[in-house]
């Protein structure tokens, strides 16, 4: 019998509450310390297990990002090779995550894939494996895989469970995309932010060490903080270009949306501290 279509698995964006850079490593890559928090507003995949062995993406992304590129594609291929598993999927997905915007859609696209075919495939791999398998195809797929709001070090891959206030966001898209790696290879970038311990991270006021870069880089990145900081605490998400205004109830967020100048574009989301994608997991 044909397997049903496995519908609407949840990949949320992310916000990095606070953005350290402490440190060089000798291959290049850059030590953090950052505070990832998940919001209610995702990107949504369907799967169809196959007897055959190809795997095949069902999307209009396909005309802006090359199959052979796209993280969901590669997600799906490295756990089937690392499972020796015989047969395939067909996948589509609803991409509603603005690309390359410090909100972690590509990464978070690639953890639902790994997540949802380890159950679909039956293969069963502890999440610990999927979060290892995740990390060569970025940097932030293990808190995706892992599900919940966490104070990350390393690269991204050390994480420790936390739980912060689950606060409405504004986040505005600036019309421009910001590329991690060229942020991260700028010699402007600050890269000795002194190592903290979390308790002290925890009380200090939250800021991004790419932020004053960015800002300076790419006017509509500055003009979107400037505007928001009017109306509340605000900064820069990742690399950029996405900033976020932090509101204690929805009706601020949504009223300060409605006056978003016509120039930008934004949603209103709200904070998690846990993923949908493992509400979704559970109701397997
Ligand atoms: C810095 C963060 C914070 O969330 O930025 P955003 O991408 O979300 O904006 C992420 O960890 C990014 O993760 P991700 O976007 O998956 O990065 P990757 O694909 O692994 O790396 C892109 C490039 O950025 C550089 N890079 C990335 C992460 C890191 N800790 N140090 C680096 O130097 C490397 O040059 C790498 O080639
Ligand atoms: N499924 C995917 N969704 C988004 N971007 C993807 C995907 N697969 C590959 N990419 C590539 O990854 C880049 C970064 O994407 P994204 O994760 O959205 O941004 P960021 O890392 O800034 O949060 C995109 O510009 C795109 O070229």
Redesign the pocket.
């Known amino acids: 019998m044909k397997a049903p279509i496995s519908k609407s698995w949840p990949a949320p964006a992310?916000l990095?509450l606070f953005?350290h850079v402490t440190g060089r490593r000798s291959d290049?890559?850059?030590?953090?310390q950052?505070l990832?928090q998940f919001v209610d507003h995702c990107d949504y995949l369907d799967f169809h297990v196959t007897e055959t062995s190809d795997i095949r993406l069902h999307s209009k992304m396909s005309k802006v990002v090359a199959d052979s590129d796209n993280l969901i594609l590669k997600a799906a291929k490295s756990l089937k090779i690392a499972a020796n598993y015989a047969g395939g999927a067909d996948i589509w997905i609803d991409k509603l995550l603005p690309m390359g915007g410090?909100l972690?859609g590509?990464?978070s696209d690639a953890a639902t894939t790994l997540v949802a075919l380890n159950a679909l495939w039956n293969i069963n791999f502890p999440h610990q494996k999927l979060a290892e398998i995740g990390l060569s195809l970025?940097?932030?797929?293990p808190v995706f895989i892992n599900g919940y709001a966490a104070f990350a070090e390393g690269?991204?891959e050390k994480l420790q469970t936390v739980k912060v206030d689950e606060p409405w966001y504004l986040v505005i898209v600036p019309d421009v995309h910001v590329s991690?790696?060229q942020v991260?290879?700028h010699p402007d970038l600050p890269r000795q932010t002194p190592k903290l311990n979390l308790q002290s991270l925890m009380e200090r006021t939250w800021s991004n060490d790419c932020q004053t870069l960015v800002a300076n880089t790419y006017p509509q990145v500055a003009n979107a903080l400037s505007w928001l900081l009017e109306y509340a605490p605000s900064q820069m998400?990742?690399?950029?270009a996405c900033v976020f205004g932090r509101f204690e109830h929805s009706q601020q967020a949504l009223d300060t949306l409605a006056k978003l100048p016509d120039s930008m574009q934004g949603f209103v989301a709200k904070g998690l501290n846990k993923s949908p994608l493992l509400e979704r997991l559970a109701q397997l």
């Open positions: 992310k990095n953005l290049g890559y850059h030590e953090l950052t990832f410090g972690g590509g990464s970025g940097a932030d797929v690269v991204g991690t790696q991260f290879q998400t990742g690399t950029g």
